[in-house]
C-alpha cells in the first residue's frame, strides 16, 4: 500500500528539536514532503545556532523515515541557517542591557559541584580575556562570596544602586554578603521574587561579556522565577556519575526546555579521582554516565572534571582551581568547558 504524505509527517513528529520538547514538524522547519510510490523526499530547513542540531535532526530525520513500512527510498535535505543578528524591534523591556550573555549552571541534585563549576566557568572565561560577572542566585545557600574569595561588602553608588563585589576579578553578587552566615534562609516564594528581582535591576553591572548565573539546585520557584526573569542565552547542567543525579539532571533539562532557554551541554563533576601520587585513575562513582545522558538527550557533552582535594580547598579558601592550580586536569577541563560555552552562545 503506498504511503502517504501525513503518514510520512506523522512520523517527522517523533523528531524532537535537541534540547527541546517540541518536534520539528510543530515548529515549522519541514518544508515539503513529497511521496512518489515508496520514495520519499522531505526538505528541512533549520534555524539554529547549534551546528550539532542540525546534525541531530538530519540524523533522527532520516531513522524515522527509513524505520517506515512501506518506503525503500529516502532523499532528505536538511538545511540549517544560523539565526539572523535581532532585528531593529525594540524589546519590551531590557533587562541587564549591559550584559552580552547570560549563562546559568544548574542541576537538578543538590551538591553535585554546580557553585564549583560556576565559580570556575566565571575564572576560566575571564581568562580567555572576557570581563564576567558572577550572580549567585542561589538565595537559600550562597557561596559564591566565600568561594570567590570576597572580603568586601557591596557598596552602594549614587543612583542607589548596588554594585558588586570583586572577586578574583570577577564582578560577585551574592545575597551572602547581606545574610548572617549562621542563620538559615527561610523565605517564601514572594520574598524570593522579590530578592532575585533586586539582584537583576538594582545591581550596578556594567558592561560584561558574560553574567554566569549560579541556580539553587532544583527544579523550584527561585529557578523558574530566574529563567523567566533573565534573558538567558543558555545553561550548563552539572551532573555527577551516579543514576541518582542523571535521573535529576534530565528534569533539570526538561525545566529549560519549558521555559524555551537553550541547554548548551552537560558537564560531568566528580568522575574519577587521579591519584596525586601514582597518577593511577579511579572511577569512585562509576563513569560516562553524563555522556550517555547528554547523548539520549541530544545536548553537547562539555566534559568531565575529576575529583581533587585541590578544588575543595581552593573554594573554602576563595581561590577556585583555575585560579590557584591552572595546569591541573580539573582546571584545564573548567578551560575548555568555557571555550564550549563561547562557541556556542557567539554563534
Ligand atoms: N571535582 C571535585 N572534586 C572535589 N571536590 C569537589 C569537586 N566539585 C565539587 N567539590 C566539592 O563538593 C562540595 C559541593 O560542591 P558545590 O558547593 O560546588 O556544589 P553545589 O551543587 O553548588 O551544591 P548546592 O546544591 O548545595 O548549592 C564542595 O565542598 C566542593 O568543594
Ligand atoms: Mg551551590
Known amino acids: 500500500m503506498a504511503i502517504s504524505e501525513a503518514e510520512v509527517r506523522e512520523a517527522l513528529k517523533q523528531v524532537k528539536f535537541p534540547g527541546l520538547s517540541r518536534d520539528i514538524v510543530s515548529f515549522g522547519f519541514v518544508r515539503s514532503v513529497q511521496v512518489e510510490g515508496d ?7 533549520l534555524t539554529t545556532a547549534n551546528p550539532q542540531a542540525g546534525e541531530t535532526v538530519e540524523r533522527d530525520a532520516r531513522a524515522a523515515l527509513e524505520a517506515l513500512p512501506g518506503v525503500r527510498e529516502v532523499k532528505l535535505d536538511c538545511a540549517v541557517q544560523a539565526p539572523q543578528n535581532a532585528p531593529a524591534a525594540v524589546p519590551a523591556r531590557r533587562v541587564l542591557p549591559g550584559v552580552r550573555y547570560k549563562v546559568a549552571v544548574a542541576s537538578g541534585k543538590g551538591g553535585v559541584g554546580k557553585s564549583t563549576v560556576a565559580a ?25 562570596q566565600m568561594m570567590m574569595g570576597c572580603t568586601d561588602k557591596p557598596r552602594v553608588n549614587a543612583a542607589e544602586k548596588i554594585l558588586p563585589v570583586d572577586g578574583n576579578g570577577v564582578a560577585v553578587m551574592s545575597l551572602g554578603f547581606l ?12 520574598m524570593v521574587m522579590k530578592a532575585l528581582q533586586q539582584f ?5 553591572w556594567g558592561t560584561l ?9 532544583g527544579t523550584g520557584d527561585a529557578q523558574l522565577t530566574i529563567t ?43 568522575s574519577a579521582f587521579v591519584c596525586p601520587h601514582c597518577g593511577e585513575r579511579s572511577e569512585i562513582f562509576k563513569h560516562g554516565g ?58
Do not use: C
Open 290 to 347: 553524563g555522556r550517555r545522558t547528554a547523548e539520549q538527550l541530544g545536548v553537547p557533552f562539555l566534559g568531565d572534571i575529576p575529583i581533587d582535594p585541590a578544588i575543595v580547598l581552593g573554594g573554602d579558601a576563595g581561590t577556585p582551581i583555575v585560579a590557584s592550580h591552572p595546569d591541573s586536569a580539573a582546571a584545564k577541563a573548567f578551560l575548555e568547558l568555557a571555550a564550549a560555552v563561547r562557541r556556542q552562545v557567539e554563534r
Open 228 to 270: 523567566q526573569q533573565v534573558p538567558l542565552d543558555g545553561a550548563v547542567i552539572v551532573t555527577t556519575p551516579q543514576d541518582v543525579a542523571l535521573i535529576d539532571a534530565r528534569k533539570g533539562l526538561a525545566m529549560f526546555q519549558k521555559v524555551n532557554v537553550p541547554v548548551l551541554g552537560m558537564i560531568e563533576n566528580m
Open 209 to 217: 561579556d558574560y553574567l554566569v548565573v549560579d541556580l539553587p539546585p
Open 120 to 144: 570556575n566557568l566565571a575564572l576560566a572565561l575571564k581568562r580567555g580575556g572576557a570581563t564576567v560577572g558572577l550572580l549567585d542566585a542561589d538565595i537559600y545557600g550562597p557561596s559564591q
Open 179 to 190: 545574610m548572617d552566615p549562621d542563620q538559615p534562609v527561610i523565605w517564601r516564594g514572594p
Open 200 to 204: 537583576i535591576e538594582d545591581v550596578e
Open 39 to 45: 520514495a520519499v523526499a522531505v526538505e528541512i530547513a
